[in-house]
T-cell receptor, first 111, second 116 residues
């Protein structure tokens, strides 16, 4: 059974601080996605990384896919209260359209 | 961007009744859709893959007779929770793969089911 562990589970920081969320597995994925979810809503896709070692930047967010395509990280610079939410990574199972979701990281950014 | 809708957004039903949730891709065709379940403050758990024109494939531990999935057209999949019990109360989310275009997965807004 594929398992995607995210760390930390919870994070509460002050506005302006930097943070990194990790997504780790022993399985190899065809791609890795990061989502942000607000309470009562569906998850919203932030990025998809496909190539081992790939780094993508989206404004203050930097995403990296591990060289072996087993892990990923999300780094947020100068966090803002609007970044508050549940961050989910999702690994694509090779040869399928299926994605398995990580355990989630709940981020709270205090003003 | 591609839009996926779910109906209803919230539903309350009594124990023992069945509830149907619809998932529609509004501006693209989706041969494949997925149904997820999410418990409060938890991540999404994949329940099943919905395949247009064929039987759904269920993840281990998900009862296929309890959660009936029908994918009769390229834009609609339905999940019916049969003989619902309070423990079926959850947030159900679908996603659809743009199988004739980008092959990206797009999520619906979710359906909150409460069984009393």
């Amino acid at each position: 059974t594929q398992l995607l562990e995210q760390s930390p589970q919870f994070l509460s920081i002050q506005e302006g601080e930097n943070l990194t969320v990790y997504c780790n597995s022993s399985s190899v994925f065809s791609s890795l996605q990061w989502y942000r979810q607000e309470p009562g809503e569906g998850p919203v896709l932030l990025v998809t990384v496909v190539t081992g070692g790939e780094v993508k930047k989206l404004k203050r967010l930097t995403f990296q896919f591990g060289d072996a395509r087993k892990d990923s990280s999300l780094h947020i610079t100068a966090a803002q209260p609007g970044d508050t939410g549940l961050y989910l990574c999702a690994g694509g199972l090779p040869g399928t359209y299926k994605y398995i979701f990580g355990t989630g990281t709940r981020l709270k950014v205090l003003a | 961007g591609a839009v996926v809708s779910q109906h209803p957004s919230r539903v309350i039903c009594k124990s023992g009744t069945s509830v149907k949730i619809e998932c529609r891709s509004l501006d693209f065709q989706a041969t494949t859709m997925f149904w997820y379940r999410q418990f409060p403050k938890k991540s999404l758990m994949l329940m099943a893959t919905s395949n247009e024109g064929s039987k759904a494939t269920y993840e281990q531990g998900v009862e296929k007779d309890k959660f009936l999935i029908n994918h009769a057209s390229l834009t609609l999949s339905t999940l019916t929770v049969t003989s619902a019990h309070p423990e079926d109360s959850s947030f159900y989310i679908c996603s659809a793969v743009d199988s004739h275009g980008s092959y990206e997965q797009y999520f619906g807004p979710g359906t909150r089911l409460t069984v009393t």
